[in-house]
């Protein structure tokens, strides 16, 4: 059966003239969904008990439940959802002073493969549809009782691998009558699939496109990760300038430190070089030690000179 989560409002009113029912049902249904957050047809009063009938025989509503939550000292929750097939996913609820963010999966696994990255160790199952994306989102609202306000796709899987349910998803995420969380609150991170971030240049919407860089030429890149060798440097920039130029949106960089690999003053000036110029900053990550991993954490010495030359040179933000 579909679930009602996977349609956008618009597509949800197509849904309604199709069983032969007026569109503005659709809103209803959606307020129903993300604001009043109900689990089943049964509680959506304003409806007749025909339509839920209705409603019943062509659709489920997707609710996960929780396998396992983690919370950590600083109020971090990490969560484990049961996506009702036998798989589960992650997602994490992490707490600013700006507000509540969470980072969401998009795949059951990835393909991609990075060589620093838990998620490697993840065999690709499937896409997640957007319903499911969305879900994560509704299932810890519920769990805590708290409104997020930042969305973050950095969770297992390739964003822009999924590109279709992920900006579906989006649409209801940042649809004031869905979960209203505006555009530029929402984050999609990507190793550098460069066809889509044009296609997603393209499509006009104002989120925040982080780069998983961690390393300024073409060599030390292929080594972390193989979709360098798909989609090298030189090609990645261009894509990234185009990004900028259509939405005039800031460019965030992420780059993870491993010792003896990208950590030292060379690439820090190689970096700089790389990126003059651009609409952006640099985030400074130290990389954590996955099992059989080959990299492990720069030096502190390393991370603080690294950190000081781009400061030095231009933006950075260290974590
Ligand atoms: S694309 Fe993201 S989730 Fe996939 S392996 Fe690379 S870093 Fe991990």
Redesign the pocket.
């Known amino acids: 059966m579909k679930n009602i989560k996977d349609y956008n409002l618009e597509e949800l009113k197509q849904e309604l003239i199709d069983i032969g029912e007026k569109k503005f049902r659709a809103e209803q249904i959606f307020k129903w969904l993300y604001v009043e957050k109900i689990k089943s047809f049964d509680e959506m009063t304003n409806l007749s008990l025909e339509l839920r009938e209705k409603l019943k025989e062509q659709y489920t509503i997707c609710n996960f439940g929780i396998i396992k939550k983690q919370e950590s000292k600083d109020g971090t929750k990490k969560y484990l959802f049961d996506t009702l097939d036998g798989n589960a996913i992650e997602t994490v609820l992490m707490q600013y002073h700006y507000g509540y963010s969470i980072c969401v999966s998009s795949?059951i696994g990835?393909?991609?493969?990075?060589k620093?990255?838990?998620?490697?160790g993840i065999k690709f199952a499937r896409n997640l549809t957007s319903g499911e994306i969305v879900e994560q989102i509704l299932a810890v609202e519920q769990d805590t009782g708290i409104k997020i306000s930042n969305v973050v796709f950095?969770?297992?899987?390739?964003p822009l691998?999924n590109y279709d349910n992920v900006i579906n998803a989006i649409h209801i995420i940042n649809n004031p009558k869905g979960l209203n969380i505006g555009a530029r609150h929402i984050s999609i991170?990507?190793?550098g699939l460069v066809p889509k971030i044009y296609q997603l240049a393209d499509e006009n919407i104002q989120c925040t496109l982080s780069i998983?860089l961690h390393a300024s030429n073409n060599k030390k890149r292929s080594e972390m990760?193989p979709?360098n060798n798909s989609y090298p440097i030189e090609e990645l920039m261009k894509a990234c300038k185009y990004y900028i130029e259509k939405t005039n949106r800031r460019i965030s960089f992420e780059y993870a430190l491993a010792k003896d690999s990208n950590d030292n003053l060379e690439d820090a000036k190689e970096l700089t070089k790389l990126l003059k110029g651009m609409l952006c900053h640099v985030n400074l990550i130290p990389i954590n030690k996955i099992e059989n991993g080959v990299y492990t954490k720069a030096t502190n010495t390393n991370i603080l000179n690294f950190r000081d030359f781009l400061n030095e040179h231009r933006n950075c933000c260290y974590y």
């Open positions: 795949q990835c393909k991609m493969g990075c620093f990255c838990a998620s490697t950095m969770g297992i899987g390739e691998d991170s990507t190793s998983s990760m979709v």
